[in-house]
């Protein structure tokens, strides 16, 4: 026996609860030894003798008289085993408030020390607990409750508990608000628990019957028609060999979704100062070639499209000062997502920032993902770029053909990207003509698979320094390759 604190059954008022509701877990209002005002929560064993009260006074300070160590849960002495269901509370005033909102007549039980200690209590009472068809778990609705209620479902079977999601912060707030009927409802309509990630066809129905729409589109009319546009969450890899024209095919679609989608892009070019970046671009718009002196352009020209971008606010070039560290880039795009609504990104190159790692095999396998997982978790679209290996037999640069395993990470790449995509061209070819032909050819299409292996010919206006969609010539072609891909598919 233990020595009990001595009390009686009342209403309270506070708490919206009745004297039968208390009356029924034998909940009393007495004196502790100092004469102080408390009210004392009954746990027994499991042979249903009384072995401690929790005491609780007004300030909210809590201490238990007697031992719980073989207290079983609050309230568990008055239901038998067994059952259709079982709701637990995270704390006695919570077990009261259900148990009333209930008519009194269904087992509700009670965790002894809150959140914290929920797994630990449950699983002491686990047999019990499993008598019954279904355990409903009413936590409360804050940080510490959610993440108990996540980590209590584990220790039951499948199928077994249900958790359930209130309006309000716990049951006796939604008692106090005048909401029993809305508890009820709650407890009711509980959900089977399941991990994250894991959704129905009902969660979703919504969204599945929106219209497939065009994604945004390329510069290039000819890609957009292959790929149905660009869509956000999805990466895009590119590679070329030296000098073939990545740069100015990246800077031509920099300048359509500037200026064109009017939408704000962040340039993370890692080998290219910001200056000679920002002319580039500037160029492209201005269909001057600004980075080549004495080119035929003024310096009012480079003046009025720098200023023309200038005033779109929508172009965010970032400086790296020498340091290619992933991590910096990648927190900044957070931030050019979150504080300037930048959702389109342009990395040149992938290959830099895993140069300086002992393992850069590696170092690009763990980039390759955090830029897979980035790219759903700002819902943005960001374009890579990757150095080539060489290739057996011909080079890039004088024609060779672009495969997937020549991209520098090929297995990650291919893992993580929607597209990749191949830039060609023969810089050595004996028709000057052919010398300026670009072959741009779709590596992987995850989208729908049918663009994959198509090529768009690119011809090149040194004039005004822009690429443009051009056939090609019938009697010769760009290069002459035997070599095929024996690529594993991605």
Known sequence: MIDSIQGEFVELKARGLTEETCRKFG?????????????????????????????RDAEKNFAFVGSVKEAVLFGQHLWP??????????????????????????????????????????????????TFEEVVLCFD???????????????FPPGKVKTVELPRKDANEMIRAGEADKLVNAIWNAKAHRPDGIVTLSDIKQEVLKPVEIGLPWWSSTLTALTYGRRFGELYAFGAGTGIGKTDWLTQQIVFDVVDLDQPVGLFFLEQMPTETGKRVAGKMAGRRFHVPRDGWTDQELIDAIDKLESSGKLFLYDSFGSTDWERIRETMRFLRHSEGVRIFYLDHLTALAAAEEDEKKALETIMAELGGLVKELDCIIHIVSHLATPEGKPHEEGGRVMIRHFKGSRSIGFWCHYMFGLERDQQHEDPAMRTITTFRVLKDRYTGQA?????????????????????????GPFKDETTDNDVPF
């Open 27 to 55: 909940y009393l209002v007495g004196r502790n030894k100092h004469g102080k005002l408390v009210q004392a929560a009954p746990y027994f064993d499991a042979d249903r003798n009384l072995v401690a009260q929790k005491v």
């Open 81 to 130: 085993e067994g059952g259709r269901r079982v709701v637990v509370t995270e704390g006695e005033i919570d077990a009261l408030s259900v148990s009333q909102a209930q008519g009194n007549k269904w087992p509700v039980v009670s965790i002894p020390n809150g959140a914290q200690g929920a797994r630990k209590s449950l699983e002491k009472n686990l047999r019990w607990l499993n």
């Open 141 to 155: 609705m804050d940080e510490p409750g959610l993440a108990a209620m996540v980590d209590c479902v584990t220790i």
């Open 452 to 476: 994959t292996g198509e090529v768009i010919y690119l011809g090149y206006d040194r004039e005004c320094g822009s690429l443009f969609e051009t056939e090609l010539p019938e009697e010769k």
